[in-house]
């Protein structure tokens, strides 16, 4: 079991941090660890926490250092001649929730280079502050506070020890974005028994302090998930168990067994810088106690007017007008229907029809099924679909030969549909540079250009579908970006809040939403969604954008590419790889196989191999790709394509 819990840090020393961290083992029923004590002959905080709590010697582990001088940790060490090792300190082996007490504060230093916030960064837990109160605690706690958060540390909130001021308090709530947790006025005596009164009396979420449920609620978590739940693309009676995720920091994923597992697929898609990123998950949590929801007719709110300013100001010229929904199929049904009222609302009530490419996969709702009727997905739904016409996508790769004349067919195809179907063609649709569901199959901006030359020729509307290519994926913000195109529509999804809630959006141009005015109801776009624009979700949108700006994303999408450069690269020559390929952050390549068993057989042994190694990854059939969150550091980067020789060097 990997070590949880929290970390107990102050806002200054002497402030009963440990009579805190006391009641917390008590009503939390958690261990307690301390890894540098220093002053250590006048104070045992492990022996005080331990008789106070009833702890036994298994729930206590000694700490790392102990130092004589009740100093700082480095100016103690120095009188003993030491320096602290802070790769020593390490979180004891424990399948309890660990309460892990600092020493002093935030910015105390623990040796020559190295303050304890940053072993508390190490150290990886959510912190809980505790603040004195009385004068000066909103500034040391607000100090604090964005001290920790810089760090990127996350707080599960706050607790006021001492004399009790409810202005302090809303104070700090407030400016501080963060909850006080608990009060715990100045005890008359501390002793076991008023330490056990408290604690009784107290009532603590351990899913808001550990961030997860404590293990006793954890161990039935996969039984109640199979006794209830559906997953989805899934075979249950044949599945392994599902996996138990109960945290998930950057790239990595942690499973309730301690196991973890590198995030090579960004959570199907959709995570962008990583998961929990604290700004974006401050950004969530101050809205939602700010405004969570609202109906959307008759109403606006500042997250949802932000967020369409700052994607519309992205996105090419004209792309002006913006229309909320909350997932990728939806997004792209909204766009069906705007095309279609478009030139109902135009009076050319003759083009009904919709054009798409072969392969491509555009949601699971039934018009995005229908568009994408040709990736092989929906047998059996054939007769709920309606008609569209599929046109040949010119899939390429590395050195590919065929590409100019695949392009030129295709092309010639989509010129003879319109003469064969004049003014009856609404739209084409299209996952622009990269047809992800059915396997990275990309195509070269070169396409998207002469696709968009014979769409205004033939005047029909464009729609590309970037419900996966958004937000980075294809090395500029959005493929449009990277092939200098401009649809007439668009649709936005998965990396829109940076993988964190369900939102998403049609973005169209300003001409097509102007024929929708008029004096009568019946040219408006009769369609919504009970969350649609929720602010919650428009404030993880505007949070991600902000990211992407301060962390260079862009910047890090290149790095990323290089590497998949030289690793592609070096697999090119191996006898059972063949097409490989590479558009921003996305790497792919396929493994030569005989037949659709030989396939299925090899995709489950892959998969099994990478999650044994620690890394998620989930071929498509014989095809291996690689889209990881932007935030996945050059090492574990390398790590994963490691991974990957050593499954090829075992075919
Ligand atoms: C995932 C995806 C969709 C569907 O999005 P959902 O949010 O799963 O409904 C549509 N189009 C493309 C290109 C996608 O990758």
Redesign the pocket.
Known sequence: MNPYGVFVTGTDTEIGKTIVSAILVKALGAAYFKPIQTGCHIDDDTATVSRLAGLSPSETFPPCYSLIEPLSPQASAACENTVVDPARIVLPQTDRPLIVEGAGGVFVPVNDGVLYVDVMAQLDLPVILVARSGLGTINHTLLSLEALRSRGLHVAGVIMSGELNPGNRQAIEEFGRVRVLLEVPKLDTVTPETIATFAAGINLDPQIIFGQPTTIAQDNIVDLDKKHVWHPFTQAQTAPNPINIVRASGATLYTDTGKTLIDCISSW?VTTHGHAHPDVSAAIAAQAETLEQVIFADFTHPPAARLAQAVTSLLPGGLDRLFYSD????A?EIALKMAHQYWRNTGDTQRVRFAAFQGG????TVG?MSVGLSCGFYRGFENLTFHVDFLPYPATWDDDKAIESKENQAIEAIYAYMEQYAGQVAGIII?PLIQ??SGMRMCRPEFLRRLEKAASDCNTLVIY?E??TGFGRTGDLFACRVAGTTPDLI?L??GLSAGFLPL?ATVCRSSLYEAFLGDTFDRAFAHGHSFTANPIGCAAGLASLRVMEKENTLGRIAEINAIHRTRLDAIQSHPLVEKTRLRGSIAAFEIKTHDAAATAKLNASLKKFFMDEGFFLRPLGNIVYLMPPYCLSHEDLHGTWNVIERALERL
């Open positions: 898609w997932n990728g199929s939806t792209v996969y555009h949601g699971d995005a996952e992800g569901a579908d419900v996966m649709c999804s998965k998403a």
